[in-house]
């Protein structure tokens, strides 16, 4: 497929709600589009498929009113708009579900949902009505939440859902949904694509970005592939496949990696012996049930299960993040349950947690500080920082883990997904760790950035590093790992090699192995 700029087929005139002509955005030196046509069908469904980086999330920005372009225009119903900003776009119909949640935590779910736009009486806001309709909402989308409960007290797929009804609160013409099934269960994106098909038949358009490729065929009526800031394919769902996507989206033969070979693997780096996680929300049960594990030094093992598995909460305890009621966890054989999160770093245990905007990145600090935050010991003299050796130390961490971006003084914000969790990585890897464990590594990045990360991990595990990720999706444990491990409800239910199928994974997880 060549690069240049292909155009959508001309469809009904009639049909076509929004339209982007032309679009172009620069940030700096950085072109994230380069003159990109896309149009949006009423009441139907287009997926914007595309690799980190190659502009989605700036095309939506734009549709949506949270950035300008730097040239082309935007044609509501036929006609030139330009949005001042999200709450203008949002008046005229159009509303963004960030792939990163803007939720309030201190606020309770109703109070979320009406955040700015408040139902008012003559005697003040009519919480009880606001209370009414969201209780409708959740009704709607089959989750059973309390509208005053405090959003920081939801799991994150529970928070994906107030986002959700908080956009169909208003009752949106025009949908954009920015990777909104990453943090929910198979259960929860049954319900979302119910939702969808509902709102179509409203006449209300979606359009969808998802890096799960196949879940997003299930769903949609158009398919749009963004390489580079280039619009490179366009077409209806039933002119494609699986195989078209990731084909335009990266070109050929494209995979995940091996795992690393031609190395000896050391010793037992991390032990994890009869680990016992009660439920942090409270609930009389243990998330993680008398768990078991070692990895080696050079070793890449993967945690494989569904969402309540307790792959979350196995990593959070090892970090230090969460206690355990039973059970040690050991580093090159000493015991370190009893040290706190920053005491494990020092030793040389590091956690890349799911959640990259919450946990891992400072939004207020650029790209560099970013990087160099968690090796700060290393150029701390007394109260004294060497920018010299930081500088130096963040050059090194770009180029190693390949960070698309202007330079070290860049401002975090301006990275695409995959970049800034790249930017995680590299911030962790540069504390020079004996094991790593990272949570979801690939979570709302693309299969060519899934590729780079993998890269860079399994380079460092022939260098001796230990290396523990988890993951929802079986293509990924088919990738670098040595060993696959699946969790069922806190428990090892399974233990595989490299060689295993994916329906083995499943079976083993719990998960209803589809019939093709």
């Known amino acids: 497929m060549s690069m240049s700029q292909v155009s959508p087929p001309t469809e009904d005139p009639g049909e076509v709600v929004l339209a982007a002509r032309n679009i ?62 999200s709450t ?53 989308l089959e989750e059973d939440i309390d ?10 797929g529970q928070q994906q859902i107030v986002e959700i009804a908080r956009a169909l609160s208003v ?50 009526n158009h398919a749009v592939v963004l390489r580079d800031g280039n619009m490179t394919a366009f077409a209806r769902r039933q002119d494609i496949d699986l195989e078209w996507i990731v084909r335009n989206m990266v070109g050929e033969n494209f995979d995940l ?6 190395h000896e693997m050391g010793r037992v780096a991390l032990a994890v012996e009869g680990l016992t996680v009660p439920d942090p929300a409270g609930a009389d049960y243990s998330v993680v049930d008398r768990l078991s594990l070692n990895v080696r030094a050079g070793e890449i093992v993967c945690i494989y299960g569904l ?53 891992g990145l400072v939004q207020t600090m650029t790209v560099g500080r970013n990087l160099s935050l968690a090796s700060i010991g290393t150029f701390t003299k007394g109260l004294f920082t060497s920018r010299s050796t930081e500088g130096a130390l963040v050059e090194e961490s770009i180029r190693k883990v390949h960070i698309k971006t202007d330079g070290g003084n ?19 890897l540069a504390t020079n760790p004996k094991v790593i464990l990272l949570d979801e590594p690939s979570r ?25 990720y988890s993951t929802s999706e079986v293509g990924e444990c088919l990738s670098i790992a040595h060993r696959i491990i699946v969790m069922h409800r806190g428990k090892i239910s399974a233990e595989f090699g490299s060689n295993v199928t994916k329906e083995k994974i499943m079976a083993a997880s719990g998960e209803a192995v589809v019939a093709h």
């Open 24 to 85: 172009a955005k620069s940030y700096g030196s950085v072109h994230a589009l380069k003159g990109v046509n896309f149009d949006v069908h009423r009441g139907q469904v287009t997926t914007l498929f595309g690799e980190n980086g190659a502009g989605k999330s700036t095309l939506m920005k734009i549709l949506s009113g949270v950035v300008q372009p730097s040239s082309g225009e935007i044609l509501l119903d036929g006609q030139p708009v330009s949005f001042s900003s």
């Open 307 to 359: 969402m309540g598995a307790g792959r979350t909460e196995l990593l959070e305890c090892v970090a230090g993040r969460l206690k355990a009621s039973s059970g040690r966890v050991l580093l090159e054989g000493e015991d370190i349950s009893h040290l706190s999160i920053a005491d494990r770093i020092e030793l040389g245990l590091v956690l890349v947690p799911e959640d990259r905007q919450r946990d």
């Open 410 to 428: 860049a401002a975090i914000g301006s990275l695409s997904g995959g970049n800034q969790q790249k930017v995680v990585i590299g911030k962790m």
């Open 444 to 468: 709302g990045i693309d299969i060519g950035a899934k590729g780079e990360v993998f890269k860079l991990l399994a380079e460092r595990a022939r260098q001796g590093l230990a290396v523990l």
């Open 147 to 156: 509208p005053l409960t405090l959003v920081e007290d939801l799991r994150l």
């Open 88 to 140: 203008d776009a949002r008046d005229r119909g159009i509303s963004i579900i960030h792939q990163e949640l803007s939720l309030a935590p201190n606020m309770n779910v109703r109070d979320n949902i009406f955040m700015g736009r408040e139902i008012t009486t003559p005697t003040g806001v009519d919480f009880a009505e606001e209370e009414r309709q969201t209780r409708a909402l959740m009704e709607e």
């Open 257 to 262: 990696g091996a795992p690393p070979e031609g």
């Open 171 to 220: 009752n949106s013409r025009i949908l954009i949904m920015d990777e909104p099934t990453s943090a929910l269960s198979a259960t929860e994106v049954e319900v979302l694509f119910k939702v969808i098909r509902d709102l179509n038949s409203k006449g209300v358009s979606i359009v969808y970005i998802s890096h799960h490729l196949e879940e997003a065929l299930q769903i949609t």
